[in-house]
């Protein structure tokens, strides 16, 4: 793309009551969310550092710490897309390294009925039925963790592709010791409040008819869902990407807790 197909404008975000500035520039022609996900990182990486600022206490997370990364990770569709083109891109050897690392642990969850139990608890919470709680949530949620089993992207306690990495993995941010991440409970881990979530921006943001009844994909099931389904992305300008994200982003205006994560969604396709 040449200088003339490309647009910049200026932004404005609330994170704790106080402005964030950002300039954005995005392509002027009609593309796909996935094209869009470097501008909505730096976007993240504005509003996670204004909520680490607003905090005031220092983050233990560090390079070479990926004991959250043994966490089930919610993503949206246009980032397994993403995460697809990635490991596509590797070389043949290294590929089928990944490949198999996604497969093999997606057998595994899906052989514990993980997938089951999570879906049902969604459902569960959708319908609101009496019994359902966050606490069993959290359950399912630390059940996947209990497992042991890193994200395929983690290789000496590093994310490989960290430039590349989810926005829901850059809003996970520690403050309490690191030593506590091998065993987390909402009772041993502190977390910084983030008041705008990118990441459940882009979950709206980045699906298609494709995923209408996922409330999130999980990290492990990317591959293996963007086998299974084509690319049913519209096109469209980098300004209605642009509006489209702020709009939800927006909405998301609250800090997190752990009992608040389980949102109101329609109900997802059993596998
Ligand atoms: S993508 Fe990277 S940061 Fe996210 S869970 Fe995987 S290894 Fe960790």
Not at 5 to 27: A, D, F, I, K, Y
Not at 71 to 94: G, N, T
Not at 127 to 138: A, G, H
Request: proline residues 8%; neutral net charge; glycine residues 4%.
């Amino acid at each position: 793309m040449n200088d003339e197909s490309w647009v910049t404008g200026n932004l404005v975000l609330r994170v704790n009551g106080e402005p964030v500035e950002m300039q954005m520039t995005v392509p002027t022609a009609r593309i796909k969310p996935q094209r869009m996900l470097p501008i909505f990182q730096q976007m993240s990486s504005a509003v996670v550092e204004a909520s680490v600022e607003a905090n005031g206490k220092e983050v233990s997370c560090k390079a070479g710490c990926g004991a959250c990364c043994r966490q089930a990770v919610p993503i949206s569709e246009a980032e397994a897309f993403q995460i697809a083109e990635l490991v596509e891109a590797m070389e043949p050897r290294r590929r089928a390294v990944i490949k198999e690392r996604f497969s093999s642990q997606l057998k595994h969850f899906k052989e514990l009925k993980w997938f089951d139990r999570l879906i049902g608890l969604k459902d569960m919470a959708y319908e609101k039925d009496p019994n359902f709680s966050p606490e069993k949530y959290m359950a399912v949620v630390t059940d996947y963790f209990k497992e042991g089993l890193p994200c395929p992207f983690l290789e000496d306690e590093s994310c490989f592709i960290h430039p590349d990495r989810p926005l829901v993995c850059r809003e996970y941010l520690v403050t309490s010791p690191a030593e506590n991440c091998s065993d987390p409970k909402p009772t041993n881990i502190e977390k910084v409040p983030i008041f705008l979530r990118p990441s459940k921006a882009m979950l709206k943001v980045g699906r298609s008819s494709n995923s209408e009844n996922y409330s999130s994909l999980m990290m492990i099931e990317a591959l293996d869902f963007v086998e299974r389904n084509p690319d049913r992305f519209p096109e469209l300008t980098g300004p209605e990407w642009a509006e489209r994200f702020v709009k939800e982003l927006a909405a998301t205006d609250a800090p997190v807790d752990n009992a608040s994560r389980v949102r109101r969604k329609k109900k997802r396709h059993k596998k």
